[in-house]
């Protein structure tokens, strides 16, 4: 009897984790979903590391359910970066939904390359919070240096996966499939979390109105720079972003300028 509850003592210790227990010293910020909070370690999106979003195609919710979270993120005057989406995020419905648009910049970038060379100095500057990209191209090499550049930048990093991946090994802690319902609803399913455990079948009620258009995003104007090596150390500000690449600036929104970036960057 004594050695059983020796051992009870010893499982209660808040140094030793249980393979069928949620890790909960995470770092996390609200999903803006209780039913998602309950099942994510920390009760959230974790602030530091990146989460795949596996989808069937664009525009199915993938941003509407990150709309709490990256609001609270630009109300923390932390940037919100999008790197080369496939489609223009439309500017008045994620105003509606609290995000500050100063806040919030759109990457346009051509290579794969160039691609990566943009996420990985946004999620390492230490100045965004949330940095949304797309996983064409990228493997598990790319996906682990993805997510020790969030952990350095305690950034958080949302990949979006169009492909029916589900089974593949992947460097990424966190991992769910998004596919729209009827109405302004979503079917989520967590397929990989820290802690472990069966996966998690949740319906989601999102607000109306997708912040996608269907338009492809229009080819970046003016002439862009030179994009560094993607294996060499580079500045990693939101300004070297910003003049390195191409930043969109929807006439119909306002964004930050590049001397505002520069600012920013080093306040």
């Known amino acids: 009897m004594e050695l059983l509850k020796d051992f009870q003592a010893l499982l209660a210790h808040p140094g030793i984790w249980r393979g069928d227990a949620l890790a909960q010293e995470v770092a996390s910020i609200s999903t803006g979903f209780a039913e998602l909070d309950a099942q994510l370690p920390g009760q959230g999106w974790a602030r530091a590391g990146l989460t795949e979003i596996q989808v069937p195609r664009e525009g199915a919710g993938e941003l509407s359910v990150l709309l709490p979270a990256l609001a609270q993120v630009s109300r923390e005057h932390r940037w919100v970066v999008c790197v080369a989406p ?10 509606q939904a ?13 290579s794969l390359e160039s691609r990566l060379w943009a996420i990985e100095q946004a999620l390492r500057s230490g100045a965004c919070g949330a940095v949304l990209f797309w996983s064409k191209g ?3 090499r790319h996906l682990r240096r993805l997510q020790l550049a969030a ?18 090994s992947s460097p990424v802690p966190l991992r769910l499939s998004l596919r729209p319902s009827q109405g302004a609803q979503v079917h989520v399913e967590i397929l990989k979390r820290r802690g472990g ?12 109105g997708n912040p996608v258009l269907s338009t492809p995003l229009p080819p970046a104007r003016g002439r862009v720079g030179r994009i560094p090596a993607w294996t060499s150390a580079t500045n ?17 929104w306002k964004t930050a300028q590049a001397s505002t970036l520069r600012s920013h960057a080093r306040g």
Do not use: W
């Open 86 to 95: 496939p489609y223009l995020p439309y500017a008045p419905a994620l105003g």
């Open 138 to 140: 990228l493997d598990e």
């Open 98 to 110: 609290g995000i500050d648009l100063s806040r919030y910049m759109v990457v346009k970038v051509q």
């Open 197 to 208: 455990g069966t996966p998690v079948r949740l319906q989601l009620s999102l607000p109306r």
């Open 236 to 252: 990693s500000s939101p300004a070297a972003i910003h003049n390195t690449a191409v930043a969109i600036r929807p006439s119909h």
């Open 151 to 168: 952990i350095e930048g305690d950034a958080m990093g949302f990949c979006f996966d169009h492909t029916p991946q589900a089974q593949r």
